[in-house]
């Protein structure tokens, strides 16, 4: 016997490499937000299905090995075992795929940031933004849980932090927990940044920084309903032009 064809070689390999790619991948992931400070993840990802493709992927490799060195021909069914373990997780994970939220977790962060900021809107006023913790904690309801784990433990509710006398959003989120809503107010209540304790975009573990994508932080602005546009200029002026990252000091 002179053994498989090079086609038969070439398609194991690749079948070989996508496994260990896609699910040492997954299993590497499912590991790692077990213990990592901040993971963006909204549950604890499953050992199972990677560890048991890799177990039974591991399985057709010894056998497509034991093939290659007895030098069985092109007729051997060793050779077959690796295609068809990739065909056949690919499928399990299209199935069970149907039942996983579509959005990641940076997604689903910057949609509750955009939900409280436009709830935070809807209560200003002519005059100011609402600044009260009371007012603004209780549009915290309507947000769910942070799509994110601290050291393997999801973490059960986004948190509110009222900030007084900024100049601009928070950039600093040192000491914070994931899922802690930054409401920065501008001097006189003429204005308010919002920004979210989460990972950049680009992260899916680490400590836990303000929401960013490519370095620049996501942060949206709660303004005073404009009644008469001749009034903003002189009402509004340290509001817009701010564009320090001074945290302010917290609200009582």
């Known amino acids: 016997m002179k053994g498989p064809s090079r086609k038969t070689l070439l ?9 260990a790619w896609l699910y040492g991948g997954d299993l590497a992931d499912a590991l790692r937000a077990r213990s990592a400070e901040t993971a963006a993840f909204s ?6 299905l990677p560890g048991v493709v890799l177990a039974v992927a591991a399985g057709a ?25 990739l065909v056949g997780a690919l499928f399990v994970d299209l199935v069970s795929a149907e039942r996983r939220v579509p959005l990641g977790s940076w997604d689903m962060a910057s949609l509750a940031l955009q939900h409280f900021a436009g709830q935070a809107q809807a209560q200003a006023t002519a ?9 603004l904690g209780a549009l915290l309801k309507d947000l769910g849980a942070p799509p994110y784990l601290v050291r393997g433990e999801p973490v059960p509710a986004y948190t509110l932090q009222v900030r007084e006398n900024c100049e601009g959003p928070v950039r600093s989120a040192a000491g914070l927990m ?3 809503l930054l409401y920065c107010v ?36 709660v303004q005073p309903v404009k009644q008469d546009e001749s009034e903003t200029p002189e009402r509004g002026g340290a509001f817009r032009e701010g564009a320090g990252a001074g945290p302010g000091k917290r609200a009582p």
């Open 11 to 19: 398609a194991n390999g690749a079948a070989l490499v996508l496994l």
């Open 43 to 48: 549950q604890l990802p499953s050992l199972v």
């Open 61 to 85: 490799l010894g056998g497509a090995v034991w093939g290659l060195l007895r030098r069985r021909g092109e007729d051997y069914k060793g050779y077959r075992l690796l295609p068809l373990v």
């Open 127 to 135: 005059g100011n933004v609402p600044a009260d913790p009371r007012v």
């Open 178 to 180: 994931p899922g802690t």
């Open 186 to 221: 501008a001097p006189g209540r003429q204005g308010a940044w919002v920004t979210l304790v989460g990972l950049p975009a680009e992260r899916r573990f680490g400590l836990a920084e303000v929401l960013s994508q490519a370095g620049e932080t996501r942060f949206l602005l």
